[in-house]
């Protein structure tokens, strides 16, 4: 390149970054919802310089308790890691977190078997409150004074056109319209820009909304009198029973968090026939005896809280004529299976960054390269989640799926840095995609499967000779689905 032409290319680079330097200090940019991704993606904006105002329409969950039934702890891992060393609260986050080493699986009897998430000792997930973290990446978005966060305020659309959204105050039920350079959706799977998009006319809005036949409700090991814990504080306790399960994450005040998943009508008991706390202890002493031991609060816990829905939402395009955005659960809301919601939604943010780190043009560019290159993920994740319901409520109990998981908790003992199961790929490999994590998963998966069955391998041969058939097995069926355009 010539000294001439190089010099015009710098003039170039230097004018496009004041340019976006400009467009910062001056953009004004709406986020509609100040949950987990809301209020991280206005930290970060934050970080960045935008003027960013943000209304979410529950209370301020600092001064008031308003989790009502939905979790109040969930599994934070690696993929959510990075987002907060990304605005630099690592440390404040882990402050929450209580590690979780591995599924502790409960059978009938009351016996327990500790299965590790990974061979590797430092890999883990964490149990973290959900309103704790909520409430810190608040406090941390409102630090700057070009953020702020109004509470009691609904969404009930958006004009995508004039970039407008219309609010109603749950006090005074006023209505008034923000107007914005750009608005962002962070308001979860019941998204008020989402359901803009969908009842628009104006463009191509591809939806679908996907229930499963389970439900779920929220239950509570209580601490002991001395704030201890009732059962052992590091696992995700898992009570598998084929067509449902219960489980529990631990909290810091020594309580758990319990979840039952049960189909609302199918089955000898369901949500539609645990009508009286007789058949609803009946049910507990039958399936969950150790469980019930331990939360003589059950009767009242289950009649109090509500029973909800398990969904996926599935949707295109996340943007719209460069002004508006979904993100997170409004874009692609999943069940709980593979503890990555909040995850998601965090890398959602991290991957944002990166494509506002590319300074292009104008939003419409920004929105596009980001939904291009995130939305084969989230879709895939999805996936996975529905995968491991299944996997969690029936294969973790079965015994060639238990030989598996021991050939692959072996395999990343031995072979730390050549081999990961699908989970470790999914929840610990955070510098890969999901889609790319679920391919080479799956193939893994049925290749131990196939040769378990077979009896080509078992859990007592050599492991270098496992890695080997492992591997060569793996990319055959990878490049069978290659051949077949699945990927």
Same mark, same amino acid.
């Given at each position: 390149m010539s000294p001439r032409a190089q010099s015009r290319g710098q003039i170039r680079s230097r004018l496009r970054s004041t340019r976006q330097n400009t467009m910062k200090k001056q953009e004004n940019i709406l986020i509609i919802g100040a949950g987990l991704c809301g209020s991280l993606l206005a930290l970060r904006l934050g970080q960045r310089g935008y003027n960013v105002t943000v209304y979410e329409m529950r209370p301020d969950l600092r001064t008031t308790d308003i989790s009502a039934g939905r979790s109040i702890n969930l599994a934070f891992s690696d993929r959510g890691n990075k987002a907060m060393k990304l605005v630099g609260i690592e440390d404040k986050v882990k402050a929450l977190c209580i590690p979780m080493n591995g599924r502790m699986i409960h059978d009938k009897e009351g016996n327990t078997f500790l299965s590790n998430y990974s061979g590797r000792d430092y890999e883990y997930i964490n149990s973290i409150s959900r309103g704790e &973290?909520?409430?810190?990446?608040?406090?941390?978005?409102?630090?700057?004074?070009?953020?702020? =966060?109004?509470?009691?305020?609904?969404?009930?659309?958006?004009?995508?056109?004039?970039?407008?959204?219309?609010?109603?105050?749950?006090?005074?039920?006023?209505?008034?319209?923000?107007?914005?350079?750009? =608005?962002?959706?962070?308001?979860?799977?019941?998204?008020?820009?989402?359901?803009?998009?969908?009842?628009?006319?104006?463009? &191509?809005?591809?939806?679908?909304?996907?229930?499963?036949?389970?439900?779920?409700?929220? &239950?509570?090991? &209580?601490?002991?009198?001395?704030?201890?814990?009732?059962?052992?504080?590091?696992?995700?306790? =898992?009570?598998?029973?084929?067509?449902?399960?219960? =489980?529990?994450?631990?909290?810091?005040?020594?309580?758990?968090?319990?979840?039952?998943?049960l189909s609302y009508n199918e089955g000898e008991y369901n949500f539609n026939n645990l009508t009286t706390p007789e058949i609803v202890t009946e049910f507990f002493q039958k399936e969950f005896p150790d469980a019930l031991e331990i939360m003589p609060n059950l009767v009242d816990d289950f009649f109090e809280n509500p029973t909800a829905a398990l969904g996926t939402v599935k949707c295109s395009p996340w943007h719209y004529k460069g002004n508006t955005l979904l993100m997170g659960d409004s874009a692609h809301a999943i069940v709980p299976f593979y503890g990555q919601g909040m995850n998601a939604s965090f890398e959602d943010v991290v991957e944002f960054d990166k494509v506002l780190d590319q300074n292009l043009d104008n939003w419409e560019a920004t929105f596009e390269a980001y939904e291009k290159n995130r939305k084969k993920d989230t879709d895939a994740i999805a996936d996975l989640a529905i995968d491991n319901f299944h996997e969690m409520k029936g294969h973790v109990a079965n015994p060639i799926f238990q030989e598996k998981r021991k050939i692959e908790m072996a395999l990343e003992k031995e072979f730390p840095n050549q081999y990961s199961s699908k989970y470790s790929l999914v929840t610990f490999n955070e510098n890969i995609g999901y889609r790319e994590a679920m391919l080479k998963g799956r193939a893994q998966d049925k290749a131990i499967l196939n040769m378990l069955t077979d009896n080509i391998m078992s859990s007592d041969d050599d492991l270098k000779d496992i890695l080997d058939k492992v591997n060569v097995e793996t990319e055959a069926i990878l490049e069978d689905d290659r051949i077949a355009g699945l990927h």
């Amino acid at each position: 390149m010539s000294p001439r032409a190089q010099s015009r290319g710098q003039i170039r680079s230097r004018l496009r970054s004041t340019r976006q330097n400009t467009m910062k200090k001056q953009e004004n940019i709406l986020i509609i919802g100040a949950g987990l991704c809301g209020s991280l993606l206005a930290l970060r904006l934050g970080q960045r310089g935008y003027n960013v105002t943000v209304y979410e329409m529950r209370p301020d969950l600092r001064t008031t308790d308003i989790s009502a039934g939905r979790s109040i702890n969930l599994a934070f891992s690696d993929r959510g890691n990075k987002a907060m060393k990304l605005v630099g609260i690592e440390d404040k986050v882990k402050a929450l977190c209580i590690p979780m080493n591995g599924r502790m699986i409960h059978d009938k009897e009351g016996n327990t078997f500790l299965s590790n998430y990974s061979g590797r000792d430092y890999e883990y997930i964490n149990s973290i409150s959900r309103g704790e &973290l909520n409430g810190l990446l608040l406090t941390e978005a409102e630090k700057h004074d070009n953020v702020t =966060i109004h509470f009691n305020k609904k969404c009930n659309s958006v004009d995508f056109e004039k970039t407008t959204a219309l609010f109603q105050d749950y006090n005074s039920k006023e209505e008034f319209i923000e107007d914005a350079d750009c =608005i962002i959706a962070a308001d979860g799977a019941g998204s008020a820009l989402r359901k803009s998009y969908y009842l628009s006319h104006k463009f &191509l809005f591809s939806f679908s909304q996907e229930y499963l036949s389970h439900g779920y409700k929220e &239950l509570t090991f &209580l601490p002991k009198e001395d704030g201890g814990y009732k059962t052992y504080k590091n696992a995700l306790h =898992i009570w598998p029973r084929s067509s449902f399960m219960l =489980i529990a994450l631990p909290n810091l005040d020594g309580s758990f968090t319990v979840t039952l998943f049960l189909s609302y009508n199918e089955g000898e008991y369901n949500f539609n026939n645990l009508t009286t706390p007789e058949i609803v202890t009946e049910f507990f002493q039958k399936e969950f005896p150790d469980a019930l031991e331990i939360m003589p609060n059950l009767v009242d816990d289950f009649f109090e809280n509500p029973t909800a829905a398990l969904g996926t939402v599935k949707c295109s395009p996340w943007h719209y004529k460069g002004n508006t955005l979904l993100m997170g659960d409004s874009a692609h809301a999943i069940v709980p299976f593979y503890g990555q919601g909040m995850n998601a939604s965090f890398e959602d943010v991290v991957e944002f960054d990166k494509v506002l780190d590319q300074n292009l043009d104008n939003w419409e560019a920004t929105f596009e390269a980001y939904e291009k290159n995130r939305k084969k993920d989230t879709d895939a994740i999805a996936d996975l989640a529905i995968d491991n319901f299944h996997e969690m409520k029936g294969h973790v109990a079965n015994p060639i799926f238990q030989e598996k998981r021991k050939i692959e908790m072996a395999l990343e003992k031995e072979f730390p840095n050549q081999y990961s199961s699908k989970y470790s790929l999914v929840t610990f490999n955070e510098n890969i995609g999901y889609r790319e994590a679920m391919l080479k998963g799956r193939a893994q998966d049925k290749a131990i499967l196939n040769m378990l069955t077979d009896n080509i391998m078992s859990s007592d041969d050599d492991l270098k000779d496992i890695l080997d058939k492992v591997n060569v097995e793996t990319e055959a069926i990878l490049e069978d689905d290659r051949i077949a355009g699945l990927h």
